[in-house]
């Protein structure tokens, strides 16, 4: 009977989490992953074979450029992140857009952002730990980010 309660609280405590996980952070695709590149880069928008595609778009990114990340609704407020790409690595890591909802959403984002952006420019990937306090933020800072790094093929 023990036995029986513990998993019965234990799929109770799994569901609570994925709800309010699922309802912290939504993806919203604008269409911008790949949004402003700088020189060298046109090339990766070319509507060739599948092939030809990637392999510009591969090549894009060792040529460096400018990728900006999906935008990312939080329920306070949305975060777009955007990377630099310079010889095949990350060298700038800039917020397009921080939750902004209320004066506690803006104090921790710009608490968040600065540590975040060394984090991954250490890391050189969005495989970093999320900041204490600010796990929406950091959580959208990163689904962005990785589009981002996606989207600039590293």
Do not use: C, H
């Not at 309010?20 to 070319?46: L, M, N």
């Amino acid at each position: 009977m023990r036995i029986r309660a513990a998993v019965s609280a234990a799929l109770a405590s799994a569901g609570i989490l994925l709800a309010g996980w699922q309802s912290g952070t939504f993806v919203e695709d604008t269409g911008s992953a790949a949004a402003s590149t700088s020189a060298g880069t046109a090339g990766a928008g070319s509507s060739g074979s599948s092939t030809a595609g990637s392999a510009g778009a591969g090549a894009a990114a060792k040529a460096g450029g400018t990728y900006a990340g999906s935008v990312v609704k939080t329920r306070f407020g949305a975060v777009q992140v955007q990377i630099t790409v310079k010889a095949g690595s990350i060298t700038d890591v800039e917020a397009l857009q921080l939750t902004d909802d209320d004066r506690k959403s803006i104090q921790i984002s710009n608490r968040a952002a600065p540590l975040l952006r060394a984090e991954v420019l250490a890391a050189q990937s969005a495989d970093v730990q999320t900041i204490g306090g600010a796990t929406v933020t950091s959580d959208a800072y990163l689904n962005s980010l990785q589009a981002a790094i996606d989207a600039a093929n590293l």
